[in-house]
Structure formats: C-alpha cells, structure tokens
C-alpha cells in the first residue's frame, strides 16, 4: 500500500468497457523520510476512485491485484486504486 495526496483527475472518452463509469485522480506519492516527516517522492500514479476522494485529500492506495479487488468489477484492467481517504497522520 502506498500513501499519497490527489493533485489533479485524469478525463477519458474512450477506455476499456471494464473502466467506464470510473473516475480517474493523479496521485502524488508520499513517503516518510529519516526524521519521520511525510515528503513528496517525486512520483506520481493515476489511481481508480469508486470511493469519491477529492483534490487536495491524502489517499492509500492499493496497488497490483489488490487493486483489482477492490473494486466493484475485479476484472477491471487496473494496477491501482484508492481504498481510503486518511484523516490524520499519527506517529
């Protein structure tokens, strides 16, 4: 599982018939760092949501065939989705 913060949507006319109805969100990755502060990595990922994140909103996202799981229709062609919107970070 990776944690990250949704940055902007992805708008698709044309995709697979398993992703229509989809919503797609660019995510920032984020990472801990050697004193325990939550930075960018650098990385970003487009991410499934079927749970209604919004922009701004630190994520887990679930990736590989737990992504798939996630969803409504696991036959999704998808390597990642969002599973939950994090309240707080707590040490």
Known sequence: MYIGQVIGNVVSTKKND???GNRFLII???AKNGENQIIET???LVAVD???AGRGE???ISTGSAARKALA???SPVDASIVGIID???E
Request: avoid cysteine; charged fraction near 20%; glycine fraction near 10%.
């Open 73 to 75: 229709n696991p036959k």
């Open 88 to 90: 707080d970070f707590i």
């Open 58 to 60: 630190y994520v887990l």
């Open 18 to 20: 398993y992703l229509t």
């Open 50 to 52: 079927e749970i209604g």
């Open 42 to 44: 650098g990385r970003q």
């Open 28 to 30: 920032n990755l984020l």
